[in-house]
């Protein structure tokens, strides 16, 4: 589903990638590992399609739709509610039966309850809940996640491993954490980058 | 086209929402519009032309105009929301529709107020000067919101945006005052209206390779 060789990206003169190859095939669960500025989000990035690579090759096969990606920023408005924020997305990404959906997936995050309040009275954790329901909202078949446990309480991460475990069946899935151990349950693949 | 008017709609109709909750770039509109007309009034001569208190008109409204187009994409740049927005499989000039039509809106009730205080404070307004203020509206919307999109992309954005757009608005200032003073407005109207056509359809054609790479 994505294939890279000697992808690499720059920035002016500043080198945020190095040149990587590797391939992640569908229904492949690949974690990306590295220390901080080695170009994981970079990565990701180029993966999502928000930037291109200035050197090498990256081939995604995989609609603009098709594609769910999970930022450092919730990607969210902190002035609407969770409910009017998912159904802005659920609108712009054509979710069939939009409200049962967003529904369904914010009682499962635990943010039923403060569905109404704006996104911007919610705490970190919760907004990375709510970005986990952004970003699944309309089932995307790549999943791209930058950090996912990123904020969240032993209650959230447990909750995301259960979600990432039924995920990796039908999905694929690019993942990058600091803490790639907790993944290894169900990864298939690892790229560390320098 | 449903669908991409749809989501024109629902993009333009978030941006209301967010102005409703925040308060933050209506406000600050009204506020500067009439104070920059309170300001003219006392710096213009009581002898001063009908051509002259056009014209302060016209900057008037250009700048009241920029207030709100250098508000439009903060939300956006600030929550990194763009992003988001770019990977939805819809059109990506829908955004840029939806931003025309939230900061017309803006601008529209911005000048409810201004027109009026125009009227108070110098000369009356005829139907032609309000024909011209609404066609401008519209150009002004269209090539600002796209200038604001590129401007909220770099550093020195408030900056940037007055420097690219201010050029890109003269033939509006020419049309605007030349609709409300010469004797037979319709063909500065006109020309208003191909202004609009022509910036419109390049803003939106151009806003795709605006917001991505």
Same mark, same amino acid.
């Given at each position: 589903?994505?294939?890279?060789?000697?992808?690499?990206?720059?920035?002016?003169?500043?080198?945020?990638?190095?040149?990587?190859?590797?391939?992640?095939?569908?229904?492949?669960?690949?974690?990306?590992?590295?220390?901080?500025?080695?170009?994981?989000?970079?990565?990701?990035?180029?993966?999502?399609?928000?930037?291109?690579?200035?050197?090498?090759?990256?081939?995604?096969?995989?609609?603009?739709?098709?594609?769910?990606?999970?930022?450092?920023?919730?990607?969210?408005?902190?002035?609407?509610?969770?409910?009017?924020?998912?159904?802005?997305?659920?609108?712009?990404?054509?979710?069939?039966?939009?409200?049962?959906?967003?529904?369904?997936?914010?009682?499962?995050?635990?943010?039923?309850?403060?569905?109404?309040?704006?996104?911007?009275?919610?705490?970190?954790?919760?907004?990375?809940?709510?970005?986990?329901?952004?970003?699944?909202?309309?089932?995307?078949?790549?999943?791209?996640?930058?950090?996912?446990?990123?904020?969240?309480?032993?209650?959230?991460?447990?909750?995301?491993?259960?979600?990432?475990?039924?995920?990796?069946?039908?999905?694929?899935?690019?993942?990058?954490?600091?803490?790639?151990?907790?993944?290894?349950?169900?990864?298939?693949?690892?790229?560390?980058?320098? | 086209?449903?669908?991409?008017?749809?989501?024109?709609?629902?993009?333009?109709?978030?941006?209301?929402?967010?102005?409703?909750?925040?308060?933050?770039?209506? $406000?600050?509109?009204?506020?500067?519009?009439? /104070?920059?007309?309170?300001?003219?009034?006392?710096?213009? $001569?009581?002898?001063?032309?009908?051509?002259? /208190?056009?014209?302060?008109?016209?900057?008037?409204?250009?700048?009241?105009?920029?207030?709100?187009?250098?508000?439009?994409?903060?939300?956006?740049?600030?929550?990194?929301?763009?992003?988001?927005?770019?990977?939805?499989?819809?059109?990506?000039?829908?955004?840029?529709?939806?931003?025309?039509?939230?900061?017309?809106?803006?601008?529209?009730?911005?000048?409810?107020?201004?027109? $009026?205080?125009?009227?108070?404070?110098?000369?009356?307004?005829?139907?032609?000067?309000?024909?011209?203020?609404?066609?401008?509206?519209?150009?002004?919307?269209?090539?600002?919101?796209?200038?604001?999109?590129?401007?909220?992309?770099?550093?020195?954005?408030?900056?940037?945006?007055?420097?690219?757009?201010?050029?890109?608005?003269?033939?509006?200032?020419?049309?605007?005052?030349?609709?409300?003073?010469?004797?037979?407005?319709?063909?500065?109207?006109?020309?208003?209206?191909?202004?609009?056509?022509?910036?419109?359809?390049?803003?939106?054609?151009?806003?795709?390779?605006?917001?991505?790479?």
């Amino acid at each position: 589903m994505i294939r890279a060789s000697r992808a690499a990206r720059r920035f002016g003169d500043k080198r945020a990638l190095e040149p990587v190859d590797f391939e992640l095939e569908r229904g492949g669960f690949l974690v990306v590992t590295g220390p901080n500025g080695s170009g994981k989000t970079t990565l990701l990035r180029l993966c999502a399609g928000l930037l291109v690579p200035t050197s090498g090759e990256l081939e995604v096969d995989a609609f603009r739709g098709q594609v769910g990606y999970l930022a450092h920023e919730p990607l969210v408005y902190r002035e609407l509610t969770a409910l009017e924020n998912l159904d802005l997305y659920g609108r712009l990404y054509r979710v069939p039966e939009r409200r049962e959906r967003i529904g369904m997936l914010l009682e499962r995050f635990g943010l039923w309850e403060a569905r109404h309040e704006r996104a911007g009275s919610y705490s970190r954790g919760m907004l990375q809940r709510l970005a986990l329901c952004r970003t699944l909202l309309h089932e995307p078949e790549l999943l791209i996640l930058d950090e996912p446990a990123n904020a969240l309480d032993a209650e959230g991460e447990a909750l995301l491993e259960r979600e990432l475990d039924e995920l990796r069946r039908e999905r694929t899935l690019l993942v990058a954490s600091h803490a790639p151990e907790r993944l290894d349950g169900f990864a298939t693949g690892r790229l560390a980058l320098a | 086209m449903r669908r991409y008017l749809a989501d024109s709609a629902a993009l333009a109709r978030k941006d209301l929402l967010l102005e409703l909750r925040a308060r933050d770039t209506l $406000p600050a509109m009204l506020l500067f519009v009439i /104070s920059v007309l309170v300001v003219f009034h006392f710096a213009l $001569p009581r002898s001063a032309s009908e051509r002259a /208190s056009l014209g302060l008109l016209w900057v008037a409204i250009l700048f009241t105009a920029l207030l709100g187009l250098g508000r439009s994409f903060v939300a956006e740049r600030e929550q990194g929301v763009l992003d988001a927005l770019v990977l939805a499989p819809s059109d990506r000039s829908a955004i840029w529709v939806g931003k025309v039509v939230s900061t017309l809106a803006f601008l529209v009730v911005a000048e409810l107020v201004a027109l $009026p205080a125009f009227a108070l404070f110098f000369t009356s307004i005829d139907g032609a000067t309000v024909a011209g203020v609404a066609l401008a509206d519209v150009g002004i919307c269209a090539v600002g919101t796209i200038l604001a999109a590129m401007a909220a992309a770099g550093r020195a954005r408030e900056l940037l945006l007055p420097l690219l757009f201010l050029p890109l608005a003269i033939p509006i200032v020419v049309g605007g005052v030349g609709a409300s003073l010469a004797a037979s407005s319709g063909k500065y109207l006109g020309f208003l209206a191909l202004y609009d056509a022509i910036f419109a359809l390049v803003a939106w054609a151009a806003f795709e390779y605006v917001v991505t790479e």
